[in-house]
């Protein structure tokens, strides 16, 4: 499998105010996305599997604030990732590598009786 990996960090809950700066995030509401390019479903279309949540961040030292005017999604994605920290975001990617892989090779199906 070649799964690749993409966050989706721009919804963001901020603090108009706090600590005399404005616009301070405070909880980014993300999205990691898994698609494997070599395993298809029935209409053709890479496997898929999503993980989401919203990451609380440490607001009580704004020493290196980022102004809001300057904030991408980069930035977000980055404040998630130190946050959760790397064990987090290994086992997260590990999850979603075995959605997909039960997608692919299935180790229980769900049918139903016509009658």
């Given amino acids: 499998m070649a ?5 989706d960090c721009k ?13 301070v ?6 999205r990691l996305t898994a698609v494997d390019d ?28 980022t102004n809001w005017s300057s904030l991408t999604s980069a930035n977000l994605q980055a404040w998630v990732e130190a946050a959760m920290g790397a064990d987090a975001i290994t086992a997260m990617k590990a999850n979603l590598d ?3 892989a039960e997608k692919v090779t299935p180790t229980s199906e769900h049918k139903t009786l016509s009658s």
């Fill in 3 to 7: 799964i690749s990996y993409t966050w």
């Fill in 11 to 23: 919804n963001h809950d901020r603090y108009p105010t706090h600590n005399s700066k404005t616009n």
């Fill in 25 to 30: 995030v405070h909880t980014v509401h993300w």
């Fill in 38 to 65: 070599s395993n298809n479903d029935a209409e053709g279309n890479p496997q898929s599997a999503s993980a989401f949540g919203a990451q609380a961040l440490d607001t009580s030292d704004l020493s290196s604030f």
């Fill in 98 to 100: 075995a959605q997909i």
